[in-house]
């Protein structure tokens, strides 16, 4: 069926105003955080994978970090095995820990890598256990309450935080022309395996590859003001001052400071994008308006 008119001019439009961002951007590295409401709807899961696809194909080098936390709860509770959380955080015991492995690095990867190929792309999974990818170090978590002297620190047992990243993986996918998809699994010195925040594993390496962009993936339109309107365009002094105030609070908090430190450590901008808007990925990068909150060091 031909366009009419209108339609082809609408199309035309929307192909000029992508052509200065798609020159900008050609070679750049683009760090995305899948999860969320695009995880687990099947439309917004094909229109994240086209988005991908095309990226690699106008030739930027897209690569992909998952979560799981609500795939990883639904085997857990099937198999009865109890999960508790700390600070927003899930207590990881070794039993939960082998949930976690198998969860995100074989089914949630594989299906994501399945996802961008059956759209055309050329993906491969791995996790930071694959080539020493993430080095891990468990994560110390206190506590404290105004009677205790001195704050109790908790055990929530595998999970972990960055302490390296190994870019020659990374590296070597993209140079072959691959779009790498890394769940957020690393293991420190002696093997020892660890749960680590999809979101710090995504500012890691966006930090390490100095992207051009760190996406983030949310289930929210993004970064707002006390009156509920989106925020964008901000400088890092800004989102500094909006902590400050009170403005940016609870579990908005890691998110932002995952994009904050990217964007302090050499990534050109990070931007909170909402994951429940198709082709989300795209309108933020090829349209002047994006679907989020943008954050520069500007």
């Known amino acids: 069926m031909s366009l009419n008119r209108d339609s082809a001019i609408n199309v035309a439009n929307v192909l000029t105003e992508a052509l200065p961002y798609i020159q900008r951007f050609t070679g750049k590295t683009i760090v995305v955080k899948f999860g969320g409401n695009a995880m687990i709807d099947e439309d917004l ?17 897209p690569v992909v970090v998952h979560g799981g936390g609500p795939q990883i709860g639904q085997l857990l509770d099937k198999l009865s095995i109890k999960s508790d959380f700390v600070n927003g955080m899930r207590v990881t015991d070794s039993a939960t820990m082998d949930v976690v492995e198998m969860v995100l690095g074989a089914t949630v990867n594989k299906q994501i890598v399945s996802l961008i190929n ?49 870019t020659d993986v990374i590296d070597m996918l993209t140079n072959s022309n691959f779009i790498p998809v890394i769940a957020p699994i ?21 930090e390490v590859l ?13 970064l707002q003001d006390k009156e509920g309107s989106v ?5 890092t002094k800004q989102v500094d001052d909006l902590i400050a105030d009170g403005t940016i609070y609870g579990g908005m908090l890691p998110k932002i400071g995952c994009a904050l430190d990217a964007v302090k450590n050499g990534v050109t901008s990070a931007h909170i994008i909402d994951g429940r808007v198709n082709h ?4 933020e990068i090829f349209t002047d308006d994006g679907v989020g909150t943008l954050i520069t060091n500007r």
């Open 45 to 61: 899961q094909n229109s994240f994978a086209r988005d991908i696809v095309l990226m690699k194909l106008v030739g930027m080098n």
């Open 118 to 166: 059956r759209n055309g792309g050329a993906a491969i999974g791995v996790t930071g256990k694959d080539g020493k990818l993430i080095h891990a170090k468990k994560m110390q978590v206190t506590h404290q309450t105004p009677d205790m002297q001195a704050p109790e620190i908790i055990d929530i047992g595998h999970v972990g935080e960055v302490s390296a990243i190994n």
């Open 186 to 206: 690393g293991v420190d010195k002696d093997g020892v395996s660890y749960n680590i925040n999809a979101d710090l594993v995504a500012g890691k390496i966006a």
């Open 210 to 222: 100095q992207a051009e962009k760190l996406m983030l993936l949310t289930n929210v339109a993004g």
């Open 231 to 235: 925020l964008t365009g901000l400088s």
């Open 280 to 283: 989300a990925v795209l309108l």
